[in-house]
């Protein structure tokens, strides 16, 4: 399995920016798909975003579409997610998982391994 760390999380004003980092522990992502997910309070774990280099593409939610960004260092041991113009409904915890294969599926099931999540809250 592979070992993730995200970091980056924090509080922000609506409208403000964050970037999240998602490290991978011993290897690199290029084998991978990488997903970015987010959980609030009371409500089930959605999809965000994705990065997959043997599917050579990116995906986005509609939600954050046009604010949010997906990226990785030259290396591709790190997966960033870059967002803009947070809203209040962006608050969440986020986390970033891969599984193998070339397809940005949108289903967490999917999805083998996990980081421990960083916390985003965006106030109002």
């Known amino acids: 399995q592979v070992q993730l760390v995200e970091s980056g999380g924090g509080l922000v004003q609506a409208g403000g920016s964050l970037r999240l980092s998602c490290a991978a522990s011993e290897r690199t992502f290029s084998t991978y798909t990488v997903g970015w997910f987010r959980q609030a309070p009371g409500k089930e774990r959605e999809f965000v975003a994705g990065i997959s280099w043997s599917g050579g593409g990116t995906r986005f939610a509609d939600s954050v579409k046009g604010r949010f960004t997906i990226s990785a260092d030259n290396a591709k041991t790190t997966v960033y997610l870059q967002m803009m113009s947070l809203k209040p409904e962006d608050t969440a915890v986020y986390y970033c998982?891969?599984?193998?294969?070339?397809?940005?599926?949108?289903?967490?099931?999917?999805?083998?391994?996990w980081g421990q999540g960083t916390q985003v809250t965006v106030s109002s």
């Open positions: 998982a891969v599984r193998g294969g070339s397809s940005i599926v949108i289903d967490p099931r999917a999805f083998g391994s």
